[in-house]
């Protein structure tokens, strides 16, 4: 079930309805107990926050990276190009750029100081 239609659904049971029909539930249904109600409308809260977590993200983000594109980026870092530029102009996160460069073997993994020597 895609977020969108999640929404749908959450919004119709949160407002006391039948998300199929729209109408509205009897009035002895558990979806109208103010424990159910607040429940439901938390969850409504935390899908709207996921899908504007969603819509927010880069076009590319998640998508696989082909042969030119792990090209041309590592020409722009050669080129001294700024990862934030190079992140927008691939339509994805900064920290997928380094990601990809450390794949690549092109920058060092950053290592922590928690991690053993």
């Not at 998300?19 to 409504?44: C, G, H, K, W, Y």
């Not at 060092?108 to 991690?115: D, E, F, I, L, M």
């Amino acid at each position: 079930m895609e977020i969108q239609e999640a929404l749908q659904v959450m919004r119709a049971l949160a407002g006391g309805n039948d998300p199929e029909t729209s109408q509205p539930v009897a009035t002895d249904s558990i979806l109208l107990r103010p424990q159910i109600v607040r429940a439901l409308n938390r969850a409504l809260s935390a899908l709207v926050q996921q899908d504007e977590r969603q819509r927010a993200k880069p076009a590319n983000a998640g998508r696989l990276w082909s042969n030119e594109e792990d090209t041309k980026v590592c020409e722009e870092v050669k080129q001294g190009i700024d990862f934030h530029e190079i992140a927008r102009s691939h339509n994805r996160t900064v920290g997928s750029i380094v990601a990809r460069l450390v794949k690549l073997g092109k920058i060092a993994p950053k290592t922590s100081p928690n991690q053993a020597a």
